[in-house]
């Protein structure tokens, strides 16, 4: 016993009705969604940084910072270790670290653990941040 065939839809987008061949922006104008085409777009208002605010990521007052790469304990695996950075902010460091490097980090103690050989990339980027000693540990 055979099943019936499905209809096939054509890709061409004939025989679909208007929506399907138009646009996102046609079809918000069609409803009465879009703003008119002479009104001017508005922008987002603009909030200025209070002076007294300081970025936690700036490291211009940290002391020594040691980066070093382990594989010591990991089922062999390579990790970047970043010590010597404030403990107030290590979760905030984790997260832009992970961010900029592309790779998993974590905070384990007082230190900043990231995944992969990292010690090339991380030095020039806490230098960047401001601080002012920055170690290769091993």
């Keep these: 016993m055979l099943r019936p065939m499905s209809k096939k839809l054509p890709t061409d987008g004939a025989g679909l009705g208007a929506g399907f061949g138009a646009t996102f922006g046609d079809l918000l104008k069609a409803r009465g969604l879009a703003p008119a085409a002479d009104a001017p777009p508005q922008a987002a208002p603009h909030v200025p940084v209070p002076a007294t605010a300081t970025d936690p990521l700036d490291l211009a007052k940290a002391?020594?910072?040691v980066v070093?790469?382990?594989?010591?304990?990991?089922?062999g695996k390579t990790v970047t270790l970043v010590t010597g950075l404030p403990e107030a902010h290590l979760e905030a460091f984790a997260k832009a670290l992970k961010?900029?490097?592309?790779?998993?980090?974590v905070v384990e103690e007082t230190s900043v653990l990231l995944q992969g050989d990292q010690?090339?990339?991380v030095m020039p980027w806490l230098t960047a941040r401001g601080a002012r000693?920055?170690?290769r540990g091993n």
Excluded: I, P
């Excluded at 070093?68 to 089922?75: A, H, L």
């Excluded at 961010?99 to 980090?105: D, E």
């Design 68 to 75: 070093r790469r382990e594989n010591k304990g990991r089922g």
């Design 63 to 65: 002391g020594k910072l």
């Design 119 to 121: 010690t090339s990339r």
């Design 99 to 105: 961010t900029a490097m592309g790779c998993g980090a």
């Design 133 to 135: 000693q920055v170690v």
